[in-house]
């Protein structure tokens, strides 16, 4: 109720003054908070309106400021959520290609900044999103190559940190990933060798947060 609210006074202000950008943006945050709660409560069509009025916004705000990498990365953002509800719908196509959209524009990212550890690992993760889809639908070789990229953006920054365990639990799932294709293709033994190279890295992220159940 409060986040419906938050959104229409939004529209509001919005509406006393369409040409002011901070108002502009509260409104298409407010789109997009009430999206994530629609996708919560399984209201999907409602999510993906509430996604697409916030992605007409951020991409209508970023035509007129292409150099700003954090409204470049919003786009992302919420190109990802759509897929996600494309996905959780079994809307397959439709979830390819938000992802391929969201890469495409941490591809620009990355291209910008390269040295910016957030663009490669947001990079990365979805290039873990796709490959789950490019399984399915495209079959396991073009799905082993993307994760193999992957692992070609986030391994350094493992390597680079090794205490950041958002950089290590990705690298690690990353091979798991790898390794069920690889299994499935007939090719036991790459299996083995990338499921015991994950399993070493879980067992250090278990050391360093115990509490931390998701890793045993």
Known sequence: EWLTRYRDTGAALVALDPAREAWIKELASGHQVLATVDIDRRKFAEARAGFLAALKTWENLLAAAPNDLELRFTVADTESWLG???????????????????????????AADPKNPRWRFKLADCMVFRAGLLSITSGRSAALELLQQARALNDPLTAQDPSNRRWQKLSANIRLYQARLLRAAGDAPAAARLVGEAGVMFEILTAAEPSDWGYV
Do not use: P
């Open 84 to 110: 996600n509800v494309a996905e959780r719908c079994g809307e397959l196509e439709e979830a390819s290609a938000r992802y391929r959209a969201q890469s495409r524009q941490l591809e620009t990212l990355v």
